[in-house]
């Protein structure tokens, strides 16, 4: 089971961590779709990487968004083989921010790193390959830690719930021959997200990490590369650490 030939999506596929899982598949002759909210980034992203990408604008915490997009995947390609839940982003909520505010926030949260994975997933699951289908869910070293500082609570309490989801979704799906799992990064240097933090607070992170660098975007993707392929087929359940030792033990 190579990734030649094989239907890929990946949401949140147009920047940072989800672009390089991205390409890293069509680099192995994969069909990949790309899935995000904005179109011009989309065709951007899909136009500059060659034939082997597609793209579908879609909110994953919309169901009918949801549900068009892949109904459109599986009229284009008959089938998909692998599903990346990658989108996700962090707003900030603190206990002092105004009451409606903190909760705006937290539904934004919550509704695409949590609700979108599990609406693609339930939309997706039907047309997986049995055997053979995967689904792989990107969490964060911050469903353990709950953030490097304040402000993570909706992110982190969407991170923690994802690895639950993994684990129901395993324990369901893997009788039929598809495997769900999970990783988790730790701090994935040059995303959207980190590329504007401090250089003290990169360089903190570095030395608490045991191999001495940052992370790449191309650590993750290789893992979830691996998850995806015929020698990762007796995992499922786990959650992989992808964080050069910054916490393990989980």
Known sequence: MSSQNRVVIVTGGSTGIGKA??????????????????????????????????????DVSQRSQVATAVTAVIEM?????VLVNNAGFVRGITTDMPFDQAEQVWDEEIGVNLKGAFLMSVGVAPHLPRPGGRIINISSIAAFTGGSRPGAIGYAAAKSGLLGMTYALARELSPEGISVNAVAPGFIANTEFTGQWSEERVNGIIAQTPVGRAGQASDVAATVLFLASAEAAFITGEVLNVNGGWIFGH
């Open 77 to 81: 390609y008959g089938k998909i083989d």
């Open 21 to 58: 899982i991205a390409e890293s598949f069509a680099n192995e002759n994969a069909q990949v779709v790309i899935i995000g909210r904005r179109q011009d980034k989309l065709k951007s992203v899909a136009g500059a990487l060659g034939t082997n990408f597609s793209w579908q604008q879609a």
